[in-house]
């Protein structure tokens, strides 16, 4: 039996295409600060920051050391009945950079969970409350919810669902999406155009009557899509729709949160308060899997009730509140306060909007959209070969130039460090440039 790394059948590899990767397999070995070192020993620049996930940098000194302790203290302890210190401590940390209002959260082992979390949280809610008819979750085309049944349900790409159409949850719809190129190309943050899409709510309002819908979920910058900052005056519309009939409205921050739109929510940086938020990478920069959903006060009041032995939420992970990736998750608090990551993120937007829009007149270029620390190309597809221009420029960038991008079909995205180094930020779009002009 052959255990090293050279023997690739074994491992089904998530989102990849299999066959093309093991034919020459991108591997990396060790990473350190903003850099990965592959198998071969090349140093390659990390241009997505993880996957959204390492804003501070690869294996911090702080973060190594703080699991390498609590891993030695405690491994784990049950997470029902007992548990650990570090999960309060977190909780209390990380309620306290939430907006006003949401004082509670319930912690998950990935955004995925975060998201199926937040619905149940949200159907329990409206049952607790005397409004079980509030059943119906509303979407928005193009979202990205993760991939477990509840959050691919009111997800709306296209490729992760098709093969499920029929087994999706029931009681799911979907506002439209506010992709615009005709009227937003090459828009610089929030685009001009779109508000009145918030409307489309309305819509689904009036044909399922209001009353019958419990949530609504959106990211506040839709990102696996391709980077969707939300028109000006959208999310708020969208809050004033959801207040008038009684909807919860909840933000999907797995990416947004921690950072990456120079704030500690976007839900700040946009004045727009949400009901529930979901959360995951950058709570523990990745480290240690963890997620959080975080609750209004008076949505974890509306469980507390009935007869106090008994459970108020039938729902929980077997690692909800790990004691080690607790302690990765206080250790990346302490970094994003004292050497004031959020700030620095914002401080870097500027620059990045700049080196972003640099590309706008490549010839393979159709569109360029970006918002804090999240941004994406948009390359024209190849005749009768939607996506390989794309997956062509990840694998010349790897191969190439040493940086590490990711693709999504032709649209080629950047998750920066939110501590990068300028300098390096644009040596690396050098490279990005390099590559672009030798592509056909
Ligand atoms: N919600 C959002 C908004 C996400 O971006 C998830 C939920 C699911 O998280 P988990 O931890 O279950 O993967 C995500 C994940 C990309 C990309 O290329 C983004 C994600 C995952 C994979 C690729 O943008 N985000």
């Not at 990767?21 to 591997?27: D, M, N, S, T």
């Not at 706008?360 to 024209?380: C, P, Q, T």
Request: charged residues 20%; glycine residues 10%.
């Amino acid at each position: 039996m052959s255990t090293n790394s050279s023997d690739l059948e074994a491992y089904w590899l998530p989102y990849t295409a299999n066959r093309d990767f093991k034919a020459k397999p991108r591997i990396i070995r060790a990473a350190s600060g903003h850099h990965y070192t592959a198998e071969d020993g090349s140093r390659l620049y990390d241009m997505f920051s993880g996957l959204w996930t390492s804003g501070v940098g690869h294996c911090h000194p702080k973060i190594v050391a703080a699991v390498q302790k609590q891993v030695a203290e405690l491994d784990y302890c049950m997470g029902f009945q007992v548990t650990n210190d570090k999960a309060f401590e977190l909780a209390n940390r990380a309620t306290a950079m939430a907006p006003d209002g949401i004082n509670h959260c319930f912690f998950t082992n990935s955004g995925s969970e975060s998201v199926d979390t937040a619905l149940k949280i949200a159907l329990g809610y409206h049952r607790a409350r005397g409004e079980g008819n509030r059943t119906r979750l509303i979407g928005r085309e193009k979202g990205y919810h993760g991939v477990n049944f509840g959050g691919m349900s009111v997800g709306g790409i296209v490729p992760n669902r098709k093969i499920f159409s029929a087994n999706l949850i029931p009681g799911v719809d979907h506002i439209r999406h506010t992709h615009d190129l005709e009227r937003n190309a090459f828009n610089r943050g929030q685009p001009e155009y779109g508000a009145e899409l918030a409307e489309d709510l309305q819509r689904l309002c009036a044909l399922h009557d209001g009353s019958n819908i419990a949530a609504v979920i959106v990211e506040p910058v839709a990102g696996s899509c391709g980077i969707l900052p939300p028109p000006i005056g959208y999310l708020k519309r969208l809050r004033e729709i959801c207040d008038e009939h009684g909807i919860l409205l909840i933000f999907d921050e797995v990416i947004t949160a921690f950072g990456r739109v120079g704030e500690a929510f976007g839900a700040e940086r946009f004045g727009v308060t949400p009901d529930i938020i979901t959360t995951a990478k950058g709570l523990t920069n990745g480290v240690i899997p963890m997620g959080a959903v975080f609750v209004r006060d008076s949505i974890y009041d509306a469980f507390m009730q009935g007869p106090e032995h008994m459970v108020e939420l039938f729902h929980g992970y077997t690692y909800s509140g790990h004691p080690v990736a607790a302690a990765a998750g206080l250790a990346t608090m302490d970094i994003y306060a004292e050497e004031g990551i959020f700030e620095q993120a914002r401080g870097l937007e500027q620059h990045f909007e700049d080196l972003l829009h640099s590309f706008a007149d490549h010839k393979h270029v159709i569109d360029i959209r970006n918002f804090g620390l999240m941004g994406a190309i948009e390359l024209s597809a190849r005749d009768g070969a939607a996506g390989a221009r794309g997956v062509e420029v990840h694998k010349k960038c790897f191969w190439d130039e040493n940086l590490v991008i990711r693709n999504s079909m032709d649209i080629i995205q950047f998750s920066p460090f939110l501590n990068s180094d300028p300098d390096e930020m644009q040596a690396s779009f050098e490279g990005v440039r390099r590559v672009l002009d030798s592509v056909e």
